[in-house]
């Protein structure tokens, strides 16, 4: 008896999985890795319909609190799901899935031995660097720049974009080197660029560990495809998958 009511149970549960749908609120700086969190995921839940929302986290934070209909929110750090917690639009609490690092990145060879000093060169007239008020990496390179006592000597050649993958772009095609995560120089169309070449990890003493929050949250009812995304971002299959984009293990 016990084995019928649990094979009953079993198939009520993936029924109840069958066409659900998730929206994923993600920082830009996971947009690569979360692809592959995806992938994997849709392995099991072959059913759930998963859709990728990207954006910078103060922005993806603003949307929720106006009613944007997202049910994950994957941010690049812990303080705007912790807000999100304390103002009552999540369920449950905020976890660390990863921890990014911070690098400097040009799409020409650089003398990348100089460290940070290399932005006071004359020919880099142009920094790409996130907006710190919506983009947690933005944030940290300010952090970074400035206990290396170069902030106020380089703020005048700072290009903002609004999330971490608009400064990419604006380190490629218009300025002469940026600020980005890490994590986006292990895309497959960036791996032909070299590390001390034409990046260089930002020593990470810099600034603040930037260990990245996700929350589940708050609708009508607990999306049970929902909590089975934020179960397997959490799991050591995604683990891998974050360490192979640069993440550091946790």
Known sequence: MKAYIHIIFSLLFASSLLSQSINIAVAANVSYAVEDIKKEFLKIYPD????????????????????????IFMSANMKYPRLLHKDGFTFGD????????????????????KGLALLLDKNIKKIAIANPKTAPYGDASFEALKNANLLEKVQAKFVYGESISQTLSFTMVATDIGFVAK????????????????????DSSLYTPIQQGIVIIKQTKINTAAKKFYEFVLSQKAKEIFSSYGYKSL
Request: proline share 2%.
């Open 183 to 202: 994590s986006l120089l292990y895309s497959q169309k960036m791996k032909h660029y070299k590390e001390d070449e034409h990046w260089a990890e930002v």
């Open 48 to 71: 759930i319909n998963v859709k990728i929302i990207l954006g910078s986290s103060g922005k993806l934070t603003a949307q929720i609190k106006n009613g944007a209909p997202f049910d």
């Open 94 to 113: 905020v976890k660390v899935y990863a921890e990014g690092s911070l690098a400097y990145l040009s799409s020409k060879k650089q003398n990348f031995s």
